[in-house]
């Protein structure tokens, strides 16, 4: 399967670091752009992936994202080390938080991360060790082959 | 109605994306909770907003939005100032709160979501 693989790149995010939440969303933004994948693709992606990361800014201390481009696929593994999330099924609900005064001050934290996730890609599944850290893997189908690597 | 008509109506300073301004808008989206933004928004509205940290222009990059307005004379921070000039995304400040901010601008025929936007799938 990795044979197909069209683009590969690994990002770190370093938790806490609150002016920097953004960069590595961004960042993915401009080469999906570049990859010739839709509007509406690259949005839902760089909403995944700016849930995603923000995620690791408010609650891990370090994780790693991996984009991995197919052609008719992109998937995307976030792997942190963290707290870890000892209820996936009540975190995957609308409103469920644990966010502090902080993280809602800075307009987040309002339990809409995960489900925004999901609700944005056509896969997700969410694995987690309390005190180890959370893996997230989504994908986006892509009704088109992206250009990368030409 | 033009990014620039948006700017006189409300007396708006342009802080950056001063050659886009004429721009069309015809839709706004307002909140201080960007998870709010990321989940509810639609594309290329307005993002009417008193949070003037980096986030807010972090997340209307990210969220496809047309133009950023902070409302309450609330000066973005230098680090949203240098990313909304480094994107040319443009941002403009009011001296008007956010409600009257909205009110103007429903006034004159800028629109909102349709509620049912609120419960619907990203991909619908």
Redo the contacts between chains.
């Keep these: 399967m990795d044979r197909d693989v069209l683009y590969r790149e690994t990002f770190r995010i370093k938790g806490d670091a609150?002016?920097h939440?953004?960069?590595v969303?961004?960042h993915i933004?401009t080469l999906l752009k570049q990859f010739g994948l839709a509007?509406?693709i690259v949005?839902?992606l760089?909403?995944a992936?700016?849930?995603a990361e923000m995620n690791v800014v408010m609650y891990a201390r370090e994780a790693e994202l991996e984009l991995l481009v197919y052609p008719d696929v992109v998937r995307v593994v976030v792997t942190d080390r963290g707290p870890g999330i000892a209820d996936i099924a009540w975190a995957m609900q609308e409103g469920h938080s644990t966010a502090t005064a902080e993280m809602?001050a800075?307009?987040?934290?309002?339990?809409?991360?995960l489900p925004?996730i999901q609700?944005?890609t056509d896969e997700l599944t969410v694995e987690s060790t309390v005190n180890v850290g959370t893996t997230l893997r989504y994908a986006v189908l892509t009704a088109k082959p992206p250009e990368a690597g030409q | 109605m033009q990014l620039r008509q948006v700017a006189h109506l409300l007396d708006c300073d342009v802080l950056s994306g001063q050659d886009r301004l004429d721009r069309e808008m015809n839709r706004g989206f307002a909140a201080?909770?960007?998870?709010?933004v990321?989940?509810f928004a639609p594309?290329g509205a307005l993002l009417i907003t008193g949070?003037s940290?980096?986030?807010?222009i972090?997340?209307a990059?990210?969220?496809?939005m047309g133009a950023v307005l902070l409302v309450s004379n609330k000066r973005p921070a230098d680090?949203a100032l240098a990313i909304a000039r480094g994107r040319n995304l443009p941002l403009l400040l009011t001296a008007h709160g956010m409600f009257e901010a909205c009110g103007l601008l429903f006034r004159q025929g800028f629109g909102a979501p349709l509620t049912t936007e609120y419960s619907s799938?990203?991909?619908e």
Excluded: V, Y
Aim: without cysteine.
């Design positions: 609150f002016e939440g953004g960069e969303a961004t933004k509007p509406d949005r839902r760089s909403i992936n700016f849930e809602r800075r307009g987040f934290g309002a339990g809409l991360g925004n609700r944005n | 201080d909770l960007m998870s709010d990321l989940r594309q949070l940290s980096a986030q807010s972090q997340t990059e990210i969220a496809d680090d799938r990203a991909t």
